[in-house]
């Protein structure tokens, strides 16, 4: 990096202790002589589980140098649960140590602001950069290489094996299933998630017809024994009678034919959409973005795009792909389809007239219907990023915590797969009302119906769990939470904004087609700023804070393009590095009257 600080790198703390250490705390006297990178992640956090892909090339190219260790920081309260940081772990594959963090103490010993955030830190101790969001594994592999480097020449690198040592696998039919399907036949299609396949079982829901996939990540298309899933998710039926296959990590629509074995690719490059990119165009050529559940509505396949905050389509005749609904921004907002913004959306189901969709972030859940000759977004149910909760009642004031998914009833009603408060959840619109009809479930990220039964996938239960619909609703003690990251005091009048972006060793700023970079502001409630909201290029900003507002939510989105600085080379690798930031803060007199977000680099 251009500027390195003498900052020593505070100790790691946490009161949920290690995990993938074989019982051994760690500290950073342990690791001195490798260059550390801390994660500070969560694993609601769709750009986190980008993060971790990132990593991996990473971690396996310097595993003899290079430490990586997750610091798992909580947002949603279930998150906070030992044992929920350990199923984590577990299901995205986490090869690395992992300090379960839920107080949040090495956060703020770090002074971290968002997920994900990455801080490197050198063989003798020392804090030498930080990178919030994703687009950072160039700039790592890059700044590594100097380390090793550096440290080698002054004899204070240490190789060997590092402190990683993975846990007892455990046998069972299923592992953190994602959702699943009922087929004609009247057997189910789940996705077997953390195993990479698909698994067809018996209309008993737990013997075991055929797997799909050879169970290890990748894109290969082929019969049932050859094809490669990575972490595959929502599953459609096709007109055609194919199921259409969420393939979340590969950034991929697949497709698989019960009546062959077969498995192709419908859509997506395998490379992860990135702004600037394509948003519509033959659906092979276009990038897509951990696409989490899809459904047929309206005479097109719609995609619940987690990765980039979107509802796209897929129109099979055609063989196109487009983006339908929300901005990539990341909140609740209301309204036509392309100006609303959702936040992480990763459920869908639809009916004659409505496709519902669980916008797990916001713990809410919306829908989309037709509104003219375009479409339009409500909420139902949910109120923003930062309130969720286990609370029935009018649905205005009822609250959620980070659904997975949503089932159409019957009686027009829907069922909420309230994943981190363990339940199932009805909201009717009829009445406008938000009950609960089951508990005890264990992370329930799906349902289908089947019989008159409501058949939930127990993602961390690793099983599907067969209900009978109740009449009446369960009664459950009502609790509200917010999230308990701390807010930032600052001053009322003038807010001086600046994301700090410092390009990697060897790289500049992309600006042959005009500015690399962006900046975009708004706030909640939308009143707390009185000037400096909207999309710019400048990374710094004045803000001016609306006298008598008190406190609120201050969204930023940034990215910057960097590119290799090399002037012999016409067609130079480029970067894209973005990151959204949402900062709870306070009005106080003697707050602060700046507020500094590093995007890559150090805050000098």
Not at 53 to 68: A, F, G, P, S
Not at 69 to 92: C, I, L, M, N, T
Not at 368 to 376: A, N, Q, S, V
Request: include cysteine; charged fraction near 25%; proline fraction near 6%.
């Amino acid at each position: 990096m251009a500027s390195r600080a003498r900052v020593r790198a505070p100790e790691l703390i946490g009161r949920g202790g290690w995990l993938n250490t074989g019982g051994t705390d760690l500290t950073l006297t342990d690791l001195r002589g490798r260059v550390v990178i801390l994660d500070f992640w969560t694993f609601c956090c769709v750009n986190c589980l980008h993060v971790l892909d990132e990593l991996r090339e990473l971690e396996e190219k310097h595993r003899d140098t290079v430490v990586i260790v997750g610091v798992h920081s909580p947002k949603f309260v279930h998150e906070a649960e030992h044992q929920a940081v350990v199923d984590a772990v577990e299901r995205y594959e986490v090869h690395h140590p992992v300090l379960d963090d839920p107080e949040l103490a090495t956060w703020k010993q770090y002074a971290v602001r968002a997920w994900p955030t990455l801080v490197v830190i050198d063989p003798e101790g020392y804090v030498v950069a930080q990178h919030a969001g994703e687009g950072h594994a160039h700039a790592l592999e890059t700044l590594v290489g100097q380390l090793e480097a550096e440290h080698a020449a002054k004899g204070t690198l240490r190789r060997g094996d590092g402190p990683y040592v993975p846990p007892e696998p455990v046998p069972t039919e299923l592992r953190f299933p994602g959702k699943a399907l009922p087929l004609p036949g009247g057997t189910f299609l789940v996705s077997d998630t953390t195993r990479h396949q698909l698994v067809e079982l018996a209309a008993d829901g737990e013997s075991v017809v055929r797997r799909i996939g050879a169970g290890e990540r990748g894109l290969t298309d082929g019969t049932s024994e050859r094809a490669r899933f990575s972490e595959p998710q929502g599953l459609a039926l096709l007109p055609d009678g194919t199921v259409a296959v969420a393939d979340t990590v590969n950034h991929a629509l697949r497709r698989f034919d019960p009546a062959t074995g077969e498995v192709t690719t419908l859509a997506g490059t395998g490379r992860q959409w990135w702004q600037g990119s394509p948003t519509e165009g033959p659906a092979r050529e276009v990038d897509l973005s951990s696409p989490w559940d899809v459904a047929w509505f309206a005479g097109r396949l719609w995609i619940a795009m987690a990765g980039v905050h979107q509802l796209w389509t897929y129109d099979p005749e055609a063989g196109t792909v487009r983006a339908a609904a929300g901005t990539t921004n990341e909140g609740l907002v209301d309204g036509p389809a392309e100006e609303a913004w959702f936040a992480q959306p990763s459920g869908l189901a639809a009916t004659e007239d409505r496709l519902w969709i669980a916008d797990s972030e916001t713990s809410a859940v919306r829908y989309l219907e037709r509104d003219g000759k375009g479409f339009t977004v409500r909420t139902a149910v949910g109120t923003g990023l930062f309130d969720f909760g286990h609370r029935d009642g009018a649905a205005d004031q009822a609250l959620l915590q980070h659904p997975l998914g949503v089932t159409a009833l019957p009686d027009g009603s829907v069922a909420i797969s309230d994943t981190y408060n363990h339940a199932l959840r009805r909201y009717d619109p009829a009445t406008g009302e938000v009950s609960t009809l089951a508990t005890d479930l264990r992370e329930p990220s799906g349902a289908v119906l089947a019989d008159g039964d409501i058949v939930v996938v127990e993602s961390a239960r690793h099983r599907l769990t067969r209900l009978r619909l109740p009449e009446e609703a369960v009664r459950v003690d009502a609790v509200a939470h917010r999230t308990q990251r701390a807010a930032t005091d600052i001053a009322p009048g003038t807010l001086r904004l600046d994301v700090v972006f410092q390009a990697p060793e060897g790289q500049k700023l992309d600006t042959r087609y005009g500015p690399s970079t962006r900046l975009l502001v708004s706030s909640t409630p939308p009143e707390l700023l009185a000037g400096g909201d909207g999309a710019g290029t400048d990374l710094s900003r004045e803000l001016v804070l609306t006298e008598g507002v008190t406190e609120g939510v201050l969204h930023v989105s940034a990215m910057a393009a960097s590119c290799d600085d090399d002037p012999s080379n016409e067609y130079p690798a480029c970067h894209v590095h973005q990151q959204d930031w949402g900062v709870p803060v306070r009005i106080t007199e003697g707050g602060a009257n700046r507020l500094p977000l590093v995007l890559a680099g150090m805050d000098d």
